[in-house]
Structures are given as C-alpha cells and as structure tokens.
C-alpha cells in the first residue's frame, strides 16, 4: 500500500504561505504553526509503520524536524 501526498508543505506564521486559497487564510502564531507541523509530522511518521508515503511536491513532513 502506498500513499501518495501533494501540497501538503507545512505550516508557517506567514498567513501568505499556509494557503493557496486567499479565502482559506487564517493568521498563525510561530507557537500555533510549530505544533501544527509536529502534529501532523508524528502522524505521517506513525502511518509509515503501515504504508508508504509519498510525497509528489516539496513538504516539512518528507524531512526530518528542522522547523522548531
């Protein structure tokens, strides 16, 4: 089994990086973007134990923690 990720890049405080979407976009605090990121860095590393990850475009997740 595979999973296959796309524009799933990560989180920053700069409300103009989060979101593709200008009506999607909500202000983040550096606190709120970094637990955001671990959150979901845990859970792709946990769903590895089951599948394989892929990921299509450039993300925070396909890498090891460099964002706190």
Known sequence: KSIYLAG???FTSN???NYFNKNLRRGLSEE????RNDFYYRF???LENEVSIKFITPS???KEKKYD
């Open 8 to 10: 799933l890049d990560g």
């Open 44 to 46: 792709i590393k946990k």
């Open 60 to 62: 925070l997740y396909n």
């Open 32 to 35: 709120q973007s970094n637990k």
């Open 15 to 17: 409300i103009n990086e």
